[in-house]
């Protein structure tokens, strides 16, 4: 039987950040989507993925949904056959960007939070030449789940750990893919998982930003299935 694949969205995202992927992959094995909305800690998020997750899984978790993923990793490492983590970091929140969520929080639950989206977030996902319409879909995705997720996944990614001796330890099939233009999780990110893991696969998606799945699906499918193969 088909290795069941899960996959982790990033913040204010949803299953349409995947949406491609899921209706190639879901042909082929079953696929689940971890809702990480409920939590305000990785830790907290990764055992409630786990608590809903089949015994073993490939797991691909973009941005927060890679970060969360390198928790689930680190819970229960036996339970993970493979790993993609895409356009994510596996390093501790800085704190110039630690000290941005104090007050991203405070305007969302005020009421702003498409203008955090809009001005805060957004300019930064896609790469030149991407459809804008997806950041029409970013920002839908956004507001259906609404300021008090915005608030925990905001704690959890300025209190997330380091995870670099986690992905050391990973000796299964793994996949390190990125947009080629991505501005919030650049290369440097993906060439240290690479180099933590160099077993893996690092794939560089040509026409994409932190967004690849959306941006360039076809490509990002293709990766995907590459990195399933046998399994």
Known sequence: MALPVLFLPGMMCDARLFAPQIAALSQE????VAALTGQDSTAAMAAEVLAHAPPQFALAGLSM???????VLAQAPDRVARLAL?????????PQVQERRAPQIARALSGALAQ????DMMPRYLAPGSDPALLDLCLEMALDL????????????????????????????????MGEGDRLCPRDRHDLMHA?????RLA????????PTLEQPEAVTAELRRWLADG
């Open 86 to 94: 895409l356009d994510t970091n596996p390093l501790a929140e800085v």
């Open 204 to 211: 560089v998606i040509a026409g994409a930003g932190h967004l």
């Open 116 to 119: 955090v989206m809009r001005e």
């Open 196 to 200: 933590l893991m160099p077993q893996s």
């Open 29 to 32: 094995r079953a696929v689940q």
């Open 65 to 71: 949904g890679g970060i969360v993923a390198m928790e």
């Open 146 to 177: 609404g300021p008090a997720v915005f608030a925990r996944q905001s704690l959890a990614l300025r209190d997330r750990p380091d995870r670099q001796a986690v992905l050391a330890g990973h000796g299964g099939p793994a996949l390190v893919l």
